[in-house]
Structure formats: structure tokens, C-alpha cells
């Protein structure tokens, strides 16, 4: 709910395409900044008690930005500096989520633990967009952004509820443990492929989409209603797809994960042509089809291949190189939009996508990585 908020909580302040842009930079720069040091606090300190300092941070947050919509019209300045605030709490949980996993998991259920966490994400987003568009427009944004705030919350108690395994005690420097983290990621190439892959997705395709995207659906294709509508298909594809992987083990998953990253252009595409909201919705889907494959054959690899207690680490230096030029392509967006215009630009993010996943799949690191086939039962 709350991304489709805070775009049209900017734009109906008065903020522009490019003031979106600075809000949403520096959601993701902090993750670039804080992330590599959030996944070393995360293998020495424990990733439950990290999530939870990162939820506390998150809650302040979207509370504060509730409650100054409620009484006033924000500068965007503020917009820019709570949306540090709660990037600065995803660069200490993600990488600490993507170490827990394992931890709770018994191995052979990896792959239906990680389908079924991004059915679990994408339920909410197939509800969420489209209920903070209906509330958007009955009541206004902070009344999305203050239920988002609660969510933290319910978090907080839920992460405190469960247990997990003790973290072992640091046995050597934080510098040492980063060392090592940057070791066994570099001694992965498949991994940095993926990497490389993204950075420059979120560059060229994804930026463009989640800044253009709304900027166009206040334009033609109905405000934030639509949007939402387009964001809960994407999330829809995600969940309908994760379901459909649970018990699924093919014996090339990076290859199967690199097909679905085609579907990532595709609402690019439709919107670049202004088709209508059900076009668009379409491509959506499809985009979330692809995000739930990717994702979940991605991180299972990673979960089966990286040691147990580098796992934060590793994350931490995956999510940073592909948020890296993320956050720079979500600062000049804007401007760049405002010259050659949204449609040829998201034309062009959509006609990278696919050139970019031609190559990937068609490269060894990832063509490479199998899954021994499973013998069947003795009787």
C-alpha cells in the first residue's frame, strides 16, 4: 500500500516527476550505503535482532510521515528525509531476512519455503495497491501510509515471537568479516552475473517504470486507482506463480530464473505505447510471473551454495551492486523524461530488458549451475 501512497502523497503536494524521483532515491540509497554494513551486523549479532531494530526504525517512520500529512502539507524535503529513514531500515532487514531463511528451514524445502515467502509478499501486494487506491481516494494518503506504519508494528511482535537458532559468537574483526563476506561473492560467478544483470535492470528498465508509471497513469490512465490496479496484477502474477513452483526442482534453476526475467519489460512496453489500463495491467502480470521465478530459483541457489553464516553478507554485497545505479537512474529520470519524453524512454527500457536477458541466459556462469537429480526411494 504504501508505495502507491507516497507517489500520489508527493504529487498531490505539488511535488513533479523529478521531486517523485529524489523521494524515491533516497528510499534506495541508503540501501547502497548501509547495506554491506547491515549484513556483517546481521551475521554477528543475529538476523532476528537486526529485522527487529530495522522494523523499529521503519515504524518511527511512516508514523512521523502519517501524521505530518495529516496536519499539513509536507515540504519534499521531508518526504526525502523519511524516506531515508525507512531506507536506511531495509538495508539492515533484507539482507538479514534473505540469512533467516535457512536458519528455519530444513534444506530440502527451500525451494517451496522461498515460493511460498514470495506468495506471502505478493498476497499483500495483490490487496494492498488496490485497497490504498480505493482509500486513496475516499479518504487520502496518510490514511495508507498510518496502516502501513501499524504493519511495522505487527511485525515487531511477530519477529519477537519467534525463535531461532542463537548467532555464534564473532570470533574475529567486522573489516574481517566484510573481507570474507566480498570473498565468497566474487567466488561465485554465477552471482555476479545476476548482479551486474540488475545493477543495471534497476538503471535502465525498473527506474524508468516505478517513476514513469504513475507520472503516466495520472496522465491518461485514470490516477491512483489505476495505478494501484496495475500494481496488485503485477503482484497477482507473483502469487499465482509462486504457488504454481511450490514442489518444483528443475535441474538448471538459474536458467528456468533467467526466462522469467523477460517479463520484467513488458509493462514498460504497454506503457509506452499508451495502451489502456487492462494492456498495462497485462504486462504487469506478466511481470510478476517472471519476478516470482527469478526470485525464488535465485535465492534458493544462493541458500544452497553460500555458507550459513555468510549468508547476510553475501545478500548484503548482491543488493548493493544492483541498487547501486538504481538510485542515480531515479534522480535523473525525470529530467531525462522531460527531454526525450516517457514513451520513447520507456520503449527503450523495455527493448534493454530483453536484450539484457537474451544475454544472461545465454551465458556460461549461469547455463552452468545444476541440480543433481533426485533418486527415488529405496523400497
Not at 180 to 193: E, M
Not at 361 to 373: D, E, F, K
Amino acid at each position: 500500500m504504501s508505495t502507491v501512497a507516497l507517489t500520489f502523497a508527493v504529487l498531490g503536494s505539488g511535488g513533479t516527476a523529478t521531486d517523485l524521483g529524489y523521494v524515491f532515491a533516497a528510499g534506495v540509497i541508503p540501501q547502497v550505503l548501509f547495506m554491506l554494513g547491515g549484513g556483517v551486523v546481521a551475521d554477528r549479532l543475529g538476523r532476528r535482532k537486526v529485522m527487529l531494530g530495522a522494523d523499529a526504525v521503519r515504524l518511527a517512520a511512516q508514523g512521523t510521515l502519517a501524521a505530518a500529512l495529516l496536519v499539513t502539507v509536507p515540504p519534499v524535503w521531508l518526504f526525502v528525509v523519511l524516506s531515508a529513514a525507512l531506507g536506511t531500515g531495509e538495508a539492515f532487514f533484507t539482507p538479514a531476512l534473505g540469512g533467516l531463511t535457512p536458519a528455519i528451514v530444513p534444506p530440502r524445502r527451500l525451494v517451496d519455503a522461498n515460493a511460498l515467502i514470495g506468495v506471502a509478499e505478493s498476497t499483500a501486494r495483490v490487496t494492498g495497491p488496490a485497497l490504498a487506491g480505493i482509500l486513496i481516494g475516499l479518504t487520502q494518503p496518510a490514511t495508507v501510509i498510518a496502516v502501513d506504519a501499524a504493519t511495522y508494528g505487527v511485525s515487531l511482535v511477530s519477529l519477537a515471537l519467534l525463535k531461532v537458532p542463537a548467532a555464534p559468537p564473532a570470533g574475529q574483526s567486522p573489516w574481517r568479516d566484510l573481507a570474507d563476506g566480498w570473498h565468497q561473492f566474487r567466488s561465485q560467478a554465477w552471482l555476479c552475473v545476476i548482479t551486474v544483470q540488475f545493477a543495471l535492470f534497476n538503471l535502465l528498465t525498473w527506474a524508468p517504470f516505478l517513476l514513469l508509471g504513475p507520472v503516466l497513469a495520472s496522465q491518461y490512465l485514470g490516477g491512483a486507482r489505476a495505478w494501484g490496479t496495475v500494481t496488485a496484477a503485477m503482484a497477482l502474477g507473483s502469487v499465482l506463480t509462486g504457488l504454481a513452483l511450490v514442489g518444483r526442482a528443475p535441474r538448471r534453476p538459474l536458467v528456468v530464473a533467467a526466462v522469467g526475467t523477460f517479463g520484467y519489460g513488458v509493462p514498460c512496453l504497454m506503457l509506452s505505447l499508451h495502451l489502456p489500463v487492462y494492456a498495462v495491467a497485462a504486462g504487469a502480470f506478466a511481470a510478476g510471473a517472471g519476478s516470482a521465478v527469478f526470485n525464488t530459483f535465485s535465492s534458493t541457489v544462493t541458500q544452497q551454495r553460500v555458507p550459513h553464516e555468510m549468508l547476510a553478507r553475501v545478500n548484503a554485497f548482491t543488493l548493493t551492486g544492483a541498487y547501486a545505479l538504481g538510485s542515480a537512474g531515479l534522480a535523473v529520470i525525470g529530467p531525462v523524461a522531460a527531454v526525450v519524453g516517457a514513451g520513447p524512454l520507456l520503449g527503450f527500457a523495455a527493448a534493454y530488458n530483453t536484450l539484457s536477458s537474451a544475454v544472461v541466459l545465454a551465458s556460461r556462469p549461469i547455463r552452468s549451475v545444476q541440480v543433481a537429480a533426485r533418486r527415488p526411494a529405496a523400497r
